[in-house]
């Protein structure tokens, strides 16, 4: 930001530069015209006295010439001669004089030209400090929030291995009466995935002691069972589920399905 404001800052002093270039030379224009127009109009009563003068003469000799005819012509060649010079002369002074109007004109357009460029530089200049100005509170913002962003994101991250490790700690607790589930209740566990466990039982059915109960367990983020594709169905399910959630107690809920269980099948 700082590097852009230079540039900027720099581009100004070079349009002032050539601003005060242009005006020097605009002064310096007037000042060869207004000497010019001098010249010429010192040239022209200067003409124009000689004029009057040779005319004065000319008269004295035509009077001493009475007026010659020779004298007339000639006379009239030369006033005519001295009139057309000065009729030019004054044609190439318009000239010269609409040039440098002409060449004023032109410096006057550019210098506002230059004016207006150099104006707006100096928008941009303030502009630019004004971001400038802005800039160091809205890094402190940003800042600011991306620290709290992370340090939301590091809640959550503790949070997720905190239940991650709460559900391990469930189902290792699950697995480790796998064994005496087994034997006391004729009940086999089958992982589902990385977070499901399947509870199958035996031996519930008298003239079927090989028919298969089953129902699917897991454990969500908030630390609640959940029962799934129990069969065959049990009809107070949803209520051993409650009990299961506010007791804790797996065991216990283990073998009051089981019950269910056996009672379906008489």
């Not at 700690?169 to 589902?192: A, D, H, I, P, V």
Request: include cysteine.
């Amino acid at each position: 930001m700082t590097t852009y404001t230079s540039a900027q800052a720099t581009q100004a002093e070079a349009a002032a530069t050539v601003n005060e270039e242009l005006r020097k030379q605009m002064v310096e224009v007037q000042q060869q015209l207004a000497q010019w127009t001098s010249q010429q109009k010192q040239h022209i009563d200067s003409t124009v006295l000689q004029a009057q003068r040779t005319l004065e003469n000319d008269k004295g000799t035509m009077q001493t010439l009475q007026f010659s005819a020779i004298a007339q012509r000639a006379l009239h060649r030369t006033l005519t001669l001295r009139t057309s010079e000065f009729a030019e002369n004054q044609r190439q002074a318009e000239q010269k004089l609409q040039l440098l109007k002409a060449d004023d004109e032109a410096l006057q357009n550019r210098l506002r030209a230059e004016e207006r460029k150099v104006e707006e530089l100096r928008v941009e200049l303030e502009r630019l400090h004004t971001q400038e100005k802005l800039l160091p509170p809205e890094q402190q913002r940003l800042a600011k929030s991306l620290e709290q962003q992370r340090q939301l994101l590091a809640q959550r991250e503790l949070a997720y291995q905190q239940c991650q490790l709460q559900k391990e700690t469930r189902l290792s607790e699950l697995g480790k009466g796998c064994s005496t589930y087994q034997r006391l209740l004729s009940l086999e566990f089958e992982r589902m995935g990385d977070e499901r466990l399947r509870l199958v039982f035996t031996n519930l059915d008298a003239r079927a002691p090989s028919r298969a109960f089953s129902f699917q367990v897991y454990v969500d983020a908030l630390d609640k069972y959940h029962i799934e594709n129990c069969e065959p169905a049990l009809p107070n399910l949803p209520a051993l589920t409650d009990t299961l959630n506010q007791t804790n107690d797996f065991s216990t809920f283990v073998r009051a399905v089981r019950r269910e269980f056996k009672r379906s099948t008489t």
